[in-house]
């Protein structure tokens, strides 16, 4: 069961005006399953996007990099502009060579040609298992009904269609106001395992309706990445495939935001950061057999890349996070952790490590006030942070993380059966 996470009730997501969801089922994946996905975009909308540092990346990460690479330095309606993306799951399309990318690309032109655009306008984006040939032909098999089930408020099929061991869809929806304007911003997103993006998510896709400069989506997109899904990590295993993209279909009546550093842009990029931040941590809450939600907080670095190293050292460690969840105090795991996170000059004297409110280890070594029952009580919780005081600096940082149980194992064990 994912920890604390339920799904978004439909009266709280918002439809973005000038997006249109379609799902259908394609045969890719089990039969009776949604597993084809079809965004459509109004003329004129500003897309940026991140993908993933696997340098095996897939089939459709490497064209999607193509494609946005074509319309580099183009204002929506001087280059061709993004109009659709296409998602399939049930199949990765990654480890598969040149056979992949002509696959990939064979299901650009079949939406492309539905819609009258260049393939080019098309963004292709895959899931499932790696090594395996992608079925390009049901893709376009299913591509008329996707198509006439696209409609605004699709949102929440479309975060059903994109799941593979997801229990939960994941899709969160706010508004506020630029200019004196109502702004909608809706994301969606998929993942519980094979997780340590190390750029963004496994499969994430965000919307406003907000007025966004071309030039901006981009550095926007980064932004959005890297306070939110380069936080998160289940198991430290980053995707073949992992993909964010960030959409403003430029249809609010407000100016036009030109600066992130401006009234608009600021206020913009923190409603946006607080969605993507609730898409990235429902993907570590639905993580593949999690029964703790943990969140690391790391203070007192030289600077926010130390800190990270060292909060990622704890997460991913498999001795602490199965200690969290048999619900063991062994919190001499932490610390050991701490110690191999590749800091040279580390001064153990310094450190300082608490559970919640429990201070447990004082200057490296265990706070005379500290006794294990209090640390029981904490590991206990289905929601844990910890904290670790380095004593270095000013920077601090935050990962966000799950345990380690029997069922992670089961999954993996069986997730192609």
């Known amino acids: 069961m994912p920890v604390n996470l339920v799904a978004t009730p439909a009266a ?22 949604k597993d084809l996905a079809v965004l459509l975009l109004d003329e004129g909308a500003s897309v940026g996007a991140v993908f993933t540092q696997n ?96 409609k605004e408020n699709n949102w929440a099929n479309a975060a059903q269609a994109i799941m593979t061991t997801d229990t939960v869809p994941k899709v969160f929806s706010g508004r506020i106001t630029l200019g004196g304007v109502a702004v909608t911003i809706t994301g969606i997103s998929k993942g519980a395992g094979m997780i340590r993006p190390n750029m963004a998510t496994m499969l994430g896709f965000m919307a406003t309706d907000a007025c966004v400069s071309q030039d901006l989506m981009v550095r926007l997109a980064k932004e959005l990445a890297e306070g939110s899904f380069n936080r998160v990590t289940v198991d430290g295993d980053t995707s073949t495939n992992d993909s964010f993209v960030v959409i403003a279909t430029n249809q609010a009546k407000h100016p036009q935001i030109t600066s992130l550093d401006s009234a608009d842009g600021q206020a913009l990029r923190v409603a946006m950061l607080g969605i993507a931040q609730k898409l990235a941590q429902a993907i570590v809450r639905d993580g593949e057999g999690a029964t703790k939600f943990i969140t690391l907080q790391v203070e007192g670095g030289k600077t926010g890349d130390e800190c990270r190293q060292v909060a990622y050292a704890i997460a991913h460690s498999p001795l602490v996070k199965t200690a969290f969840f048999a619900s063991d105090p062994n919190l001499g795991r932490i610390l050991c952790a701490v110690g191999y996170a590749g800091i040279a000059d580390l001064d153990q004297t310094k450190i300082d490590l608490y559970l919640d409110d429990v201070l447990v280890a004082k200057n490296g070594g265990r706070h005379v006030d500290y006794v294990e029952a209090d ?29 380690l149980s029997y069922d992670y194992v089961k999954i993996n064990a069986d997730y192609r059966s």
Do not use: Y
């Open 55 to 150: 340098r095996f990346c897939a089939a459709p990460v490497q064209i999607c990099r193509e494609h946005l690479a074509k319309s580099a330095g183009k204002t929506p309606v001087q280059g061709p502009g993004i109009r659709a993306l296409l998602v399939n799951t049930g199949n990765a399309n990654a480890g598969t060579g040149v056979d992949g990318l002509s696959r990939a690309r064979a299901s650009c032109i079949a939406l492309a040609r539905e819609l009258n655009l260049a393939p080019e306008q098309v963004l292709p984006f895959s899931t499932g298992v790696i090594m395996e040939a992608l079925p390009h032909e049901r893709i376009a098999a299913g591509l008329p009904a996707a198509l006439a089930d696209a």
């Open 12 to 33: 709280d997501i918002h439809p973005v005006p000038g997006v249109r969801w379609g799902i259908a089922e394609a045969g890719i994946r089990k039969a009776g399953r």
């Open 375 to 403: 640390g029981q009580r904490v590991m206990k919780q289905s929601e844990i942070t910890v904290r670790v005081l380095l004593g270095r600096g000013a920077a601090a940082d935050t990962v966000w993380t799950c345990d």
